[in-house]
């Protein structure tokens, strides 16, 4: 990661205009109450210009007189602290991790700012407006400011190997997990019981991180799109949609998988599956870099209108919305809602996507998602979930 983050770093500085400090914080866990606290998750832009996974430290990069400048400030050691909660990052760790060689401690960042505004080095404090810890710049007195946060959907939107060889990873355990539910589904167990299989394959292999909360959903749960309660009893004959990926080095997985709880789908099930099996082959035989983002829900619901009116499941264009009204696609990495260019951009070569097509048709208790993660090449893309099964045939081989 070392190399990756200097890299991300100059490209930043870069970009930055003359007498330009922009400044990142690594922020801090969030109070749950008490005296206890959620586990601390870096602040993502932080974390992609540092490799560094720590509370309480502050980047400073800075274009001044055309030099380039990169300051780290770590917390101070406590040792009274530390009896309770282990040695904060040294010096030497924090070097050797993110490859700054100017670290100081934390308590003489506000001399640092001072001193350089006063010295007319910042002229402008550029900030993460999107950050946690935005309000912070404040504190700085009247300098002018400039949000930043735009320039790192840039960067982070095309992914590097390194990054990419990460997703895998995380794929790779998803996909584990999947599989240990597949195997060890049957009617009559709770749906958290599912999920607890899913839950083993990733701790059990060193993974504390999950992308998001898993949506084990069955029967018509599963048309509640962020369905998190899994506390459901999976009837016999019912088609279970699982939503879930792990985390490694903080880049997610996104995967869902459909599968029937007695491991054989019904001719209704089978069905509606395939229609929403070929959308997903139809997306990612679509994408290419120079397309419209909205293009791909766009050429999905052409699909559909096709497919479900030949089914007699609908009779307008407007009828498929009742059965699918999420998005078929979102940018993945640092954060499985990633960020990017711009919202409706202009779809990127080295940028990493989701494919999800769903439906949902609550009546008869079906809901159905197919979803992989793919990265952006020249011509098309690659499929970087590519060996999660999901075909009828070996969904139903798998789980005999
Ligand atoms: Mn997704």
């Not at 670290?103 to 506000?110: E, G, L």
């Amino acid at each position: 990661m070392k190399d990756f983050v200097k890299n991300n770093r100059k490209k930043l500085i870069d970009m930055l205009n003359e007498n330009e400090t922009a400044v990142f914080f690594s922020g801090t866990a969030p109070r749950k109450i008490g005296d206890e606290y959620y586990p601390f998750s870096p602040d993502r832009n932080f974390y992609y210009l540092t490799g560094i996974d720590e509370p309480g430290l502050i980047l400073a990069l800075s274009k001044t007189k055309g030099a380039e400048g990169e300051i780290l400030f770590i917390s101070p050691p406590d040792t009274e602290e530390e009896k309770w909660t282990g040695a904060v990052l040294s010096e030497t760790e924090a070097a050797n991790i993110s490859g700054i060689e100017r670290i100081h401690f934390s308590d003489r960042f506000r001399d640092f700012i001072d001193g350089a505004v006063r010295s007319g080095d910042i002229k402008t404090l550029c900030y993460d407006s999107q950050s946690n810890d935005a309000h912070r710049i404040k504190e700085y007195g009247d300098i002018p400011v400039r949000d930043i946060f735009p320039l790192l959907g840039d960067l982070r939107e095309t992914k590097s190997e390194t990054e990419i060889k990460n997703i895998e990873k995380a794929i790779d355990i998803t996909r584990d997990g999947i599989y240990s539910m597949m195997k060890n589904v049957r009617p009559g167990m709770y749906e958290y019981q599912l999920e607890s299989y899913f839950d083993f394959q990733l701790k059990y292999r060193g993974i504390r991180e999950f992308a998001f909360p898993s949506i084990i959903a069955s029967g018509k749960n599963a048309a509640t799109l962020h369905y998190t309660k899994n506390n459901c009893v999976i009837e016999d004959q019912s088609l279970i949609l699982c939503d879930v990926g792990a985390a490694y080095k903080h880049y997610s997985a996104d995967i869902t998988r459909t599968f029937p709880s007695g491991g054989r789908f019904t001719k209704r099930q089978e069905l509606f599956y395939n229609i929403v099996l070929e959308g997903n082959y139809i997306i990612r035989d679509y994408i290419r870099p120079g397309l419209e983002f909205g293009s791909l829900n766009k050429k999905l619901l052409e699909y559909y209108y096709k497919e479900l009116s030949r089914v007699g499941l609908v009779s307008s264009y407007d009828d498929i919305k009742k059965y699918y009204w999420h998005n078929v696609s979102h940018r993945l990495g640092l954060e499985t809602h990633d960020i990017g260019a711009k919202r409706d951009g202009i779809i990127k070569e080295g940028a990493v996507l989701t494919v999800e097509p769903g439906l949902y048709i609550e009546e008869e208790g079906i809901g159905i998602r197919t979803e992989d993660d793919v990265v952006v090449t020249a011509f098309g893309c690659r499929t970087l979930s590519e060996d999660v099964i999901r075909s009828v045939s070996d969904i139903e081989n798998f789980m005999k």
